[in-house]
């Protein structure tokens, strides 16, 4: 059984940071494209980063320079590091892990940037 748990979500400020951790079980987490991925209230869901391995990462034009994805295959834990959060940042925060075979996705956690 597959299993992608965020954590790490939440209230914050503008300006502020938060760091969101994704738990992986049930894959062999390493021979997997791990992403995040978000969803505002009326949007579509959309990329926010993916990483395959330290140094191949990808990410949205609106989060460059602010988020850093990462991952730890001993912990089979993704994480996305979240810098100068804005409003327009605020979404509910969803996990993937996708291979050539399989697409699995996390239940989803909130993020909302707020005075």
């Known amino acids: 059984q597959v299993q992608l748990v965020e954590s790490g979500g939440g209230l914050v400020q503008p300006g502020g940071s938060l760091r969101l951790s994704c738990a992986a079980s049930?894959?062999?987490?390493?021979?997997?494209?791990m992403g995040w991925y978000r969803q505002a209230p009326g949007n579509q869901r959309e990329l926010v980063a993916t990483?395959?391995?330290?140094?191949?990462?990808n990410y949205a034009d609106s989060v460059k320079g602010r988020f850093t994805i990462s991952r730890d295959n001993a912990k089979n834990t993704v994480y996305l590091q979240m810098n100068s959060l804005q409003p327009e940042d605020t979404a509910v925060y969803y996990c993937n892990a996708r291979s050539t075979v399989h697409n699995y996705w996390g239940q989803g956690i909130q993020v909302t940037v707020s005075s």
């Open positions: 049930g894959i062999i987490f390493s021979r997997y494209v």
């Open positions: 990483i395959i391995s330290g140094r191949n990462t």
